[in-house]
């Protein structure tokens, strides 16, 4: 079965402050890769991450980083210094043998100014 | 990338009719797909579009109540029909290039069925 699991309903933090979003997930396939996207207000998802299941180096993009650890099936995402931009619904998500996406059920950050 | 408009960004329908959401894609994709999201929730596949002949549905999601239609590789349209208020939710047409790749998505259509 695969299932990805966001714990983090919602997450409420002040300014500039560090925040990591959990993600844990569950496949039998062995090749198979990740996404973050994000869902602001506005409704469209926007696309953050790929990752596949052979590349477990940690990547940093600005005040973005992911931490892939498959020895915890997890793909954590960190925001360093949040803004009040940051506020959005942020979904994880898989793909692997049926080339479909099984989002988590999203963690909604809350920025607070 | 691509850029995704999608058609209307939101509706108030009655119950028992019908809305049509179109879907339209800047460049020519190789999949399109539709998907459903209630209230506070996550992402349900309603289906995969296909060019040229029937889409293919979910478990739990048939073509009498989600009929789709995809003519041609930049256009999708999916039709609601004999709406209730349990189909109040937001639709999203997302596109990718197939397999492992990356999916872009449309701004959503806000349905609210009274």
């Known amino acids: 079965a695969q299932k990805v699991t966001q714990a983090q309903t919602e997450i409420s933090v002040v300014e500039k402050e560090d925040v990591t979003l959990d993600c844990v997930y569950e496949t039998r396939d062995t090749t198979y890769y990740l996404f973050w996207y994000k869902q602001p207000p506005s409704g469209e998802l926007v696309f953050l991450i790929r990752r596949n299941s052979f590349d477990e180096q940690n990547e940093i993009s600005g005040r973005y980083s992911w931490n892939f650890q498959k020895s915890t099936s997890s793909f954590n995402f960190t925001i360093t210094a949040s803004q009040v931009v940051d506020s959005a619904v942020y979904f994880c998500a898989l793909i692997s043998g049926t080339y479909k996406y099984i989002f988590g059920t999203g963690t909604r950050l809350k920025v607070l100014a | 990338s691509a850029v995704i408009s999608q058609k209307p960004s939101r509706d108030i329908c009655q119950r028992g009719t019908s809305l049509t959401i179109q879907c339209q894609v800047d460049?020519?994709?190789?999949?399109m797909f539709w998907y459903r999201q209630q209230p506070g929730q996550s992402l349900t596949l309603i289906a995969t579009?296909?060019?040229?002949?029937?889409?293919?549905?979910e478990s739990g999601f048939v073509i009498d109540k989600f009929p789709i239609s995809r003519p041609n590789l930049t256009f999708s349209t999916l039709t609601v029909s004999n709406m209730s208020p349990e189909d109040s939710s937001i639709y999203l047409c997302?596109?990718?290039?197939?397999?492992?790749?990356?999916?872009?998505f449309g701004q959503g259509t806000r349905l609210t069925v009274v």
């Open positions: 997302s596109v990718s290039t197939g397999g492992y790749t990356e999916a872009f």
């Open positions: 460049s020519q994709v190789t999949m």
């Open positions: 579009a296909n060019q040229g002949s029937e889409a293919t549905y």
